[in-house]
């Protein structure tokens, strides 16, 4: 859904409606899909702080609500932006975590990507993926895999997560 050059002048006033309705009664569905409006509409104005700001408010507020996919999509949003709310990261992961047997491979994947896109490290996820059964991971698609790892070579490289360097070995040639 991103936006054409001739559409860039109504964003700003869809991102200013879309932050009102973030203050008034929005569910952790409407705040995940707001934040992946924005990321993929490309833009990167006051309007898209303003917004993602008000979103990270209100997410935050309802942390105990998101189920796995909002999860991992509205993380996805905040670190394809490249706004850097580390709390709100950190609380996701937290929630991934807390609910990783819920947890798809895209949504694990999700998480720790955007963690690594800002250069956060969250040891229990971390923790989380690494034990993660051979069979788990190789039932993630080719986008998912690479995602982990990378994720994981980019926050202090394998080596830190000697369970995960052994699992990746074990999955590598499948």
Not at 120 to 149: D, F, K
Not at 157 to 174: P, Q, S, V, Y
Request: hydrophobic share 50%; glycine share 4%.
């Amino acid at each position: 859904a991103a936006a054409s050059v001739r559409d860039r002048r109504i964003l700003p006033m869809l991102f200013d409606v879309s932050a009102m309705r973030c203050s008034v009664g929005a569910v952790p569905q409407d705040l995940s899909s707001i934040a992946w409006a924005v990321a993929t509409a490309r833009a990167r104005d006051q309007s898209v702080i303003a917004l993602l700001s008000k979103v990270s408010v209100e997410s935050q507020k309802k942390i105990e609500e998101f189920i796995p996919q909002d999860i991992a999509m509205c993380a996805w949003a905040f670190a394809k932006v490249a706004v850097r709310d580390n709390k709100l990261l950190r609380m996701f992961a937290d929630k991934a975590v807390e609910r990783a047997s819920e947890l798809n491979g895209q949504n694990l994947a999700n998480v720790v990507w955007s963690l690594a896109t800002i250069r956060e490290t969250h040891e229990p996820l971390m923790t989380v993926i690494a034990r993660t059964p051979a069979r788990t991971i190789q039932g993630l698609g080719g986008q998912e895999y690479s995602n982990i790892v990378w994720s994981f070579a980019t926050l202090k490289g394998l080596a830190k997560w000697t369970d995960a360097e052994i699992l990746f070995r074990r999955t590598a040639c499948r």
